[in-house]
Nanobody
């Protein structure tokens, strides 16, 4: 059984920080594209970041323009987890954050924009940034 679970969401003030976690069971993250998406009320799901590993030990990452420089994605293969460190948060960062897995495509600027290509999704975790 494949299961993804997000955690770490919460309520913070503008300029605050949160660290989101995505853990997997019945599945191994290593070798796959792990993406973070968010969805604000009344808006479409937006690609935030993604990470994938090449055949070596290097990683490819992507950040959406709206979060570049403020968010950092990382992975811990031993824990089968992916993290999203969010700093300098803004009210527009508010939304439900989801992690997802694309088994077939690497992380890049194109793949991160198409959530329909991701095969597995977690239930999401709420992030609220007060103004």
């Amino acid at each position: 059984e494949v299961q993804l679970v997000e955690s770490g969401g919460g309520l913070v003030q503008t300029g605050g920080s949160l660290r989101l976690s995505c853990t997997a069971s019945g599945f191994t993250f290593d070798g796959y594209n792990i993406g973070w998406f968010r969805q604000a009320p009344g808006k479409e799901r937006e690609g935030v970041s993604c990470i994938s590993r090449s055949d070596g030990l290097t990683y490819s990452t992507y950040y959406g323009d709206s979060v570049k420089g403020r968010l950092t994605i990382s992975s811990d293969n031993a824990k089968n987890a992916v993290y999203l460190q969010m700093d300098s948060l803004k009210p527009e960062d508010t939304g439900v954050y989801y992690c997802a897995v694309d088994r077939w495509r690497p992380c890049n600027s194109a793949s991160a924009k198409y959530p329909e290509n991701y095969n597995f999704w977690g239930p999401g975790t709420q992030v609220t940034v007060s103004s």
